[in-house]
């Protein structure tokens, strides 16, 4: 499995950003049975999970963007979405996909979102 994010950039504080992510090479039916999530690791600081999202749909966030991000998934395409609203520079990290709650598949090489105040 090869996952392959994107959508990130330079933003404005206030602004927004739709991230997505496709799970290459992932058997579409292992795809479907997993829980997804989003993850980011801001510089110096460790990898920390974002949102998440059950096979079927339930979702959770983090205190910190709860209210502001929302997860979704497409299982016949194998993406993860992540729409982000109301940016601010705290929100400003390398963003991460990946199953969940035990990460199994190879980590890529996220996208890249900068908030500027």
């Known amino acids: 499995v090869q996952l392959q994010a994107s959508g990130g950039g330079l933003v404005q504080a206030g602004g927004s950003l739709r991230l997505s992510c496709k799970a290459s090479g992932a058997i579409t039916s292992v795809f479907n049975s997993k829980a997804v999530a989003w993850f980011r690791q801001a510089p110096g600081k460790q990898r920390e999970l974002v949102a998440s999202s059950t096979r079927v749909g339930t979702t959770n966030y983090a205190d910190s963007v709860n209210g502001r991000f929302t997860i979704s998934r497409d299982n016949a395409n194998k993406k993860t979405y992540l729409q982000m609203n109301s940016l601010k520079p705290e929100d400003t990290a390398i963003y991460y996909c990946?199953?969940?709650?035990?990460?199994?598949?190879?980590w890529g090489q996220g996208t890249l979102v900068t908030v500027s105040s």
């Open positions: 990946n199953n969940y709650p035990d990460p199994s598949w190879p």
